[in-house]
């Protein structure tokens, strides 16, 4: 059997390879005694799946396990959000949530993923101890089942709707009055996941009206990885283009964690766009006041907003659980990511796809502007920001050419003096003229991940082309 390692977002696998019922008994087990050895095992654990292949007999089986190891769990009844099941963990003050989703990924994998007691994503320490206990159990049978039916009439298992709850919650960080009495209609597209249900009937309840597409589940996720990014999402972009009425287009990802966004005419707004312009609309129509947070591979655009409002940005590696320990601590307002992860001061210490949706359909409505005239707007007021990522396959040379690369890196690149360096995640570039570059290898692949930002069209294909020569070079 292969071995089992938690990255950013927990433990994922392709089904019927590597992530197969036994495994996740393993690592359900692993969990329980993580759980139990912190003396919190009596306050029981949320469970719950996303929409894809079999997530129902998975969180079943789980459940199962923490049962026999005497501890509750609180089975969600249909595939469930990642931010609802988080809100849940929080709202029950559970011992932690076992929650089978591989998020964006492709349809041919799961994975588990374990939120502590915070109601984050596991901090390392915290997967390493699962992986140590999992990896240690390989090969036997370490782990005592208690029957489905026999749990649910003793009570260990019990099945809940956290819906409502988290509606109720939801409905109280975001004007949806605002967002209905503006008028605009909104494209929503769950991309056949768990935002079905929740997204779009809470705008519709509002009353504002709305054009849906691929809402209902299909664990194919039509053929594309359940990612709302813009080249996944060529049938929603030709719908929102087409229906006159509409204003705005939202879209959530598998798991609903993740947000896509569409202006009117189809125009796909990058994430890095959505966080600066949220923070904005926070500081200057709300009024509010806070520091933000962003991943190491996340647009300074932030940084100029919150330059521009005198407040403070923290830098984390990248993963949202460090982002999350900032909302869990009180300081901060927003913190995201460049892959399409946010969050608010308020909320949970974990990714919001749906939340994240609701705030742009309320800054659209509240500003009555497209997100163009927007995002041009806050240019005026901060400059611009140019941004890119690619992927570089990496040989064994490679890999070592980089490495020793990175270690000893030049005082120039292709004519620009490299100013300082950071190495929170990666290595990252700072140039005398405000570009930047980072270099950071993937965990799970032999792949560097290639980040840059410059004031211009121009200078970032500049840029992004002496990164991937110093690369391959």
């Not at 019990?158 to 605002?178: F, G, M, N, Q, T």
């Not at 798991?255 to 500081?283: C, Q, S």
């Amino acid at each position: 059997m292969s071995q089992i390692r938690f990255g950013t977002s927990g433990w994922r696998g392709i089904l019927c390879e590597d992530f197969v019922l036994e495994n996740v008994r393993i690592v359900t087990q692993s969990i329980a005694d993580h759980i139990i050895s912190a003396g919190i095992g009596a306050q029981g654990m949320v469970v719950g799946n996303d929409s894809r292949f079999l997530g129902e007999r998975f969180a079943r089986e789980a459940a199962t396990v923490l049962a026999g190891a005497d501890i509750p769990a609180f089975l969600c009844d249909r595939d469930t959000p990642t931010p609802v099941i988080s809100f849940e963990l929080l709202r029950r003050k559970a011992a932690g949530a076992i929650n089978f989703t591989a998020s964006h990924n492709p349809a041919e994998y799961n994975g588990i993923k374990f939120s502590p007691a915070w109601g984050g994503p596991a901090l390392p320490e915290t997967t390493e101890d699962i992986e140590r206990r999992a990896n240690a159990m390989m090969g036997e049978v370490c782990y005592r089942s208690q029957p489905f039916e026999m749990a649910m009439k003793q009570g260990m298992i019990r099945e809940i709707d956290p819906r409502s709850d988290y509606c109720e919650a939801l409905a109280a960080l975001v004007d949806l009055k605002a967002i209905a009495d503006s008028g605009i209609a909104i494209a929503v597209n769950p991309l056949y996941g768990t935002a079905r249900g929740y997204l779009d009937t809470m705008l519709r309840q509002a009353g504002v009206p709305l054009v849906t597409m691929n809402d209902y589940r299909d664990p194919y996720f039509g053929g594309f990885p359940p990612e709302p990014a813009q080249g996944y999402i060529a049938d929603f972009i030709e719908r929102v283009r087409s229906e006159q009425s509409v204003r705005l287009g939202l879209a959530t990802d598998g798991d609903a964690d993740r947000y896509g966004v569409l202006d009117e005419d189809g125009t796909f707004i990058e994430p890095n766009y959505v966080l600066a312009l949220l923070y904005d609309y926070l500081l200057r129509v709300r009024g509010l006041r806070g520091a933000a947070a962003r991943s190491v591979a996340t647009s300074h655009f932030i940084d100029a907003v919150a330059t521009l409002h005198g407040q403070e940005v923290y830098e984390t590696p990248v993963g949202f659980k460090y982002i999350g320990e900032f909302i869990r601590d009180g300081k901060i307002l927003i913190g995201g990511e460049e892959s399409a992860g946010l969050t608010i001061a308020g909320h949970i210490p974990e990714k919001d796809g749906i939340l994240a949706c609701l705030l742009v359909a309320e800054m659209v409505a509240v500003e009555g502007r497209p997100l163009k005239d927007l995002l041009a707007d806050l240019y005026r007021r901060v400059g611009q920001f140019h941004t890119s990522r690619t992927n570089v396959r990496l040989t064994p040379e490679l890999e070592a050419g980089l490495a020793d690369k990175l270690a000893n890196p030049p005082s120039h690149l292709r004519g620009r003096k490299i100013a300082r360096l950071v190495a929170i995640d990666g290595v990252k570039f700072f140039f005398d003229d405000g570009c930047w570059m980072l270099f950071r290898k993937s965990g799970t692949e032999p792949v560097v991940r290639i980040y840059c930002e410059a004031e211009s069209a121009a200078q970032l294909r500049e840029l992004s082309t002496a990164a991937r020569d110093f690369v391959l070079e």
